[in-house]
């Protein structure tokens, strides 16, 4: 699991950064469109909703954008029709990459996935040549100094948690929960008096693979390039990769 917690915090650094240039704000836009569209726009019945809000409100979006978002994925007002799709592939050193997209043009997604990976040294696949090497889970992190592992534990499990994680080398606690008990077992944590400082429904990687220093760096940047295209929404991949990369990379 460090591979993903390393991963994890980076990215989420990163996300604030991002905010403040209003970078990231299309994408949730988008997300609490199609969340709405698919299960409604009421979030208290419809968890996806609710979690795209949430990171929202992380980021500081405004409340009349998170509205506006809503009522255009219910039909209320006008928008664009966003269609889901996921494609795979491998990166440098032969990590595994899952890349989820939300597109009113599939073609012109592609051709541009495509090609960042190409370019990068990585390449697309066929459909179902990594999917199976992660699963669907919901993901939390929480301060380890405001809490012990024991104590924490016995929040998650009661609240329905899957399963816990301690790297000692981290700053926070993992959390794994399945992807609707997300939200539930984030607010009986935060009850506790718990900070939460990401909580996202992720693809959690069932395995490994360990990258130098050199190859995380390409690997980074591949993440880094296909994040920048306004089409992608999320990528996964199942990298672990040295603390010296993972110290330079949160600066």
């Not at 917690?5 to 990231?24: M, N, Y």
């Not at 012109?108 to 459909?127: Q, W």
């Not at 994680?165 to 606690?173: A, L, M, Q």
Request: proline residues 4%; glycine residues 8%; hydrophobic residues 35%.
């Amino acid at each position: 699991m460090s591979g993903h917690s390393k991963w994890a915090q980076i990215k989420h650094k990163k996300a604030h950064t991002d905010a403040k240039r209003g970078k990231i704000f299309t994408k949730i836009v988008k997300e609490i469109a199609v969340a709405a569209r698919i299960s409604g726009g009421d979030p208290e019945g419809n968890p996806r909703l609710r979690t795209a809000i949430e990171k929202a409100k992380e980021v500081n979006m405004p409340h009349d954008n998170i509205k506006r978002a809503i009522m255009k994925g219910t039909g209320e007002l006008p928008g664009s029709s966003y269609e889901e799709y996921t494609y795979e592939g491998y990166g440098p050193g032969g990590v595994a990459v899952l890349v989820e997209v939300l597109t009113d043009n599939k073609n012109r997604t592609v051709s541009e996935i495509r090609h960042i990976m190409s370019k990068n040294g990585g390449n697309l696949g066929e459909a179902g040549c990594v999917a199976w090497m992660f699963e669907k889970r919901g993901y939390i992190l929480a301060d380890k100094n405001k809490t012990d592992e024991d104590t924490l534990m016995t929040i998650a499990l009661d609240a329905g948690a899957l399963d816990m994680k301690n790297d000692p080398k981290e700053d926070s606690y993992e959390v794994i929960t399945l992807p609707e008990d997300l939200n539930k077992i984030r607010s009986a944590i935060e009850r506790a008096g718990v900070p939460v400082s990401l909580a996202e429904t992720t693809m959690l990687p069932k395995s490994y693979v360990m990258i130098d220093e050199k190859t995380a760096e390409q690997m980074m940047r591949l993440i880094e390039l296909l994040e920048d295209n306004e089409d992608v929404q999320n990528v996964y991949a199942n990298f672990d990769m040295p603390d010296e990369v993972v110290t330079k990379a949160s600066r």
